[in-house]
């Protein structure tokens, strides 16, 4: 379902997106309302699903988890009943930061992040040893970050 957002809208969830830590009172200032009509705003937000939730993001390499490996998966297996217990497993494994259902040359795809090159082949160990029907899993390894956000463009 998608929402109608107006100007005011669009300038909180910048601002959000930006700095989750903002108070009400700021937030009000900065799109020209009094701080009742922007806390009903941010709760309509919240209540509609726009606003899923305000975490605190992380630095990878500062907490020990500078290595990102990107598995793209192929499997011959594509039952309910398969993807229902391959969604399980993946979805369980705290190392898979995000994942995805794929059209084109791999069925699915996954982002992952560990310490380093051991820990990864820890995980891969473990991912191809608990999902039956995997046909084929390749990894490849960021290098780099170029570019990384969370902030959806939103304007």
């Known amino acids: 379902m998608t ?4 100007e005011i809208d669009r300038t909180l969830l910048a601002a959000l997106q930006e700095d989750a830590n903002w108070s009400v009172s700021a ?6 309302l009094t701080t009742t009509p922007c806390w009903k705003r941010l709760k309509r937000l919240e209540s509609q699903g726009v606003i899923r939730g305000r975490v605190a993001l992380l630095d990878p390499e500062t907490v020990g988890l500078a290595f990102t490996a ?3 998966i192929k499997t011959n297996d594509h039952s309910e009943q398969w993807y229902k217990t391959f969604t399980k497993v993946v979805t369980e494994f705290p190392e898979v930061m995000e994942f995805y259902r794929m059209a ?5 795809m996954m982002k992952v992040q560990v310490a380093d090159m051991t820990r990864f082949d820890h995980f ?8 039956p029907s995997l046909n084929n899993v390749t990894s490849t390894f960021a290098m780099e970050a170029l570019k990384y ?7």
């Open 104 to 108: 084109g040359e791999y069925d699915y």
């Open 149 to 155: 956000t969370t902030a959806l463009p939103i304007r």
């Open 3 to 6: 929402v109608t957002l107006d």
């Open 27 to 32: 937030l009000a200032e900065r799109v020209n």
């Open 124 to 131: 891969y160990k473990k991912l191809v040893n608990s999902v």
């Open 70 to 72: 990107f598995v793209h």
